[in-house]
């Protein structure tokens, strides 16, 4: 296990498969330059989350947590015309941000990112009747995990993709003397999936320029 040699495969993973991006790499340097944390996912998962939309065909596509959009314009560059990237973030610098860094992708007019708590968003959004998602980035505050996978159920419909990001947290999600919020949320989060029925779930570790995490990985029967 060392950082060193995940970083040396990212690289290597990064030189073969994914192009030089300046949109990408503008967005990470105004996220940096605007003093926003650099918890993005790492260029080879925001390849992936594209790779999962497409492969799942999502047209509408709901994020939980923002920060500077990092992570939606790959989701975003995976909808087809006429589809959308709902993100919800509670931070409304974060949110500024993210607004800046999308509009220079090219992306403002397949992005609506509403600003507040996201629980209470979406909340507003089940009561308004929305029309369901086809793919679910769950990636904010992870003590509220399982709250935010019961909302996306009730803004998804058989088929729905839904995926978390964090569920591994350097293996501490499986060491009983952990104990922190997050960890409690997390572990929270797999114990809600096990006891839905209306969930088939797996969660991939992963190892790489972010660390060791892992993402969990669902659909709506
Ligand atoms: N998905 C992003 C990273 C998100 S970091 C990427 O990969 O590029 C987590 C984000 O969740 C932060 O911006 C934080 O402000 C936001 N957040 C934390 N608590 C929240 C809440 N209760 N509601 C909405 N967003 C929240
Ligand atoms: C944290 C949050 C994330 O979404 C992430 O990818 C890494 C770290 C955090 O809050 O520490
Ligand atoms: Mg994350």
Redesign the pocket.
């Known amino acids: 296990m060392s950082q060193e040699a995940w970083n040396a495969v990212d690289a290597f993973i990064g030189g073969h498969l994914l192009e030089d991006d300046a949109v990408l790499a503008d967005a990470l340097k105004a996220n940096a330059a605007a003093g926003?944390?650099a918890?993005?996912?790492s260029a080879a998962h925001?390849k992936m989350l594209y790779l999962l939309a497409r492969m799942k065909g999502a047209a509408r596509i709901l994020?939980?947590?923002?920060?500077?959009?990092?992570?939606?314009i790959w989701l975003a560059r995976a909808v087809p015309e006429g589809g959308s990237v709902v993100s919800?973030?509670?931070?409304p610098k974060?949110a500024e941000v993210a607004r800046g860094n999308i509009e220079r992708a090219g992306l403002s007019g397949k992005v609506d990112i509403r600003v507040?708590?996201?629980?209470e968003?979406l909340e507003a959004m089940q009561q308004r009747g929305e029309a369901p998602f086809d793919f679910v980035?769950i990636?904010?505050?992870k003590e509220?995990n399982a709250s935010y996978v019961k909302a996306a159920l009730a803004l998804a419909r058989p088929g729905t993709a839904i995926i978390v990001?964090n569920v591994v947290r350097e293996g501490r999600v499986a060491d009983p003397a952990e104990t922190g919020s997050m960890i409690e949320g997390t572990r929270r989060l797999y114990e809600m999936i096990s006891a839905e029925p209306r969930l088939s779930a797996t969660a991939v570790q992963t190892v790489g320029s972010k660390g060791w995490d892992g993402f969990l990985l669902a659909i709506v029967e």
């Open positions: 926003l944390p918890i993005d996912v925001g994020e939980v947590g923002t920060l500077g959009g990092y992570s939606t919800l973030e509670i931070d974060h507040g708590a996201a629980l968003s980035f990636d904010a505050d509220n990001d």
